[in-house]
């Protein structure tokens, strides 16, 4: 009598397939913490030093690319961590954003808001605020949405699962 694996390749296809998932969800649930935090610190504050490029002209696009870094990176925070992922990446996140909206040590702003004038344009003016509720409404967005959006496999992550023939 044989005691051998009818299939002797699945734990190697089962090994293959996890070596095939990106770097940051291989990790224990620690590490995947940590790359979360240091992801919403950068996003956040990235995304604020960004969201008034453009608003001076009339034109946001440094909103829009702001909101386009801290979507991405609370997407990658919710398929590496679930739900909780999501909202430690909140937290953070728009921790670091308030954070940069006191005063530094000269007074300075670096997310200016609640002021008016005649001669600035809205968006200058209104920049801040769009900033400041928009970070927290992106992600509270991505939080209510279904979990099979977010779901990362090996065919996705090593590109076998787009049609295209190896």
């Not at 296809?13 to 996890?18: C, G, L, V």
């Not at 946001?60 to 801290?70: C, E, K, S, W």
């Not at 670096?110 to 001669?119: I, K, Q, R």
């Amino acid at each position: 009598m044989s005691t051998t694996d009818p299939n002797p390749t699945r734990p190697r296809d089962a090994a293959r397939r996890r070596a095939d998932l990106p770097w940051s969800h291989r990790q224990n649930a620690f590490v995947r913490s940590l790359v979360t935090i240091a992801s919403a610190i950068a996003a956040g504050v990235l995304g604020t030093l960004a969201h008034r490029m453009g608003a001076s002209a009339n034109m946001p696009y440094g909103l829009v690319l702001a909101f386009v870094l801290i979507g991405a990176s609370a997407w990658c925070a919710r398929a590496r961590g679930g739900v909780l992922g999501l909202a430690l990446h909140l937290s953070v996140s728009y921790l670091a954003v308030w954070c940069m909206a006191m005063p530094g040590p000269g007074g300075d702003l670096m997310l200016p808001v609640g002021f008016h004038s005649a001669t600035i344009p809205w968006w200058s003016q209104h920049a801040g605020y769009i900033w400041l509720y928009g970070s927290l409404i992106v992600q509270l967005v991505l939080l209510v949405c279904p979990a099979r959006w977010f779901r990362v496999t090996a065919d996705v992550a090593s590109g076998a699962g787009d049609g295209k023939a190896a």
